[in-house]
């Protein structure tokens, strides 16, 4: 949300990268894929609502995404032909320059195995953001959202659940979160 609000307006190029990378954050596709949206990636499916329709550059499998509302807007503004991408490690150097502008600066701890040691730094949040943030990010809003596990599957192409759960960024209060919503958790009438 801080990067979508964010004001761009007198930043183009910034403008283009954060658009293209919302696109990546409500579809959890990988850079090379979200970066090469065309107009005739857009369809309406059968039921009538409109989908992007990808054939994975990874993968060379076909998926099917709905549209975001927000990706929708992001269309729009582009009258579907959404501006050219960067290169991938061009598009990260503005996405930490984003990152830093939204005032995504919460204190995260990394650790790295350098020399055989495991050594611990702190960094501002907006360091870590990459184009596969976006894919991830995807993947795990659609999970907290309720997407079915197996849904989002067919789009990241994971194969297995357990693979794929170690995927999706979760704490332990957004999973609790999530339990809360399920019908075991919830108080049950007593017959008196």
Do not use: W
């Not at 894929?33 to 107009?39: A, K, V």
């Not at 991938?88 to 790295?112: C, H, P, R």
């Not at 960024?169 to 049950?188: G, S, T, V």
């Amino acid at each position: 949300d801080l990067i979508y609000k964010l004001d761009l307006n007198n930043k183009p190029a910034l403008d283009r990268v954060r658009d293209l990378f919302l696109i990546g954050c409500y579809t959890a596709l990988r850079f090379s894929d979200f970066s090469n949206i065309r107009p005739e990636n857009i369809i309406t499916t059968s039921k009538g609502g409109r989908a992007l329709k990808i054939n994975a550059f990874k993968t060379q499998q076909t998926v099917i995404i709905p549209i975001h509302p927000r990706v929708e807007e992001i269309l729009a503004k582009y009258e579907n032909n959404l501006p050219k991408a960067i290169s991938n490690q061009k598009m990260n150097v503005y996405l930490k320059k984003i990152g830093e502008e939204a005032e995504i600066k919460t204190l995260v701890e990394i650790t790295k195995t350098i020399g055989g040691k495991r050594v611990q730094t702190t960094v501002p949040k907006y360091k870590l953001i990459t184009t596969h943030t976006a894919r991830r990010t995807g993947a795990t809003n659609m999970y907290l959202a309720g997407v079915p596990s197996l849904a989002i599957m067919q789009i990241t192409g994971h194969k297995t659940e357990s693979v794929f759960m170690k995927y999706i960024c979760i704490d332990a209060e957004q999973n609790a979160n999530l339990m809360m919503q399920h019908d075991f958790f919830k108080p049950k009438l007593r017959v008196v």
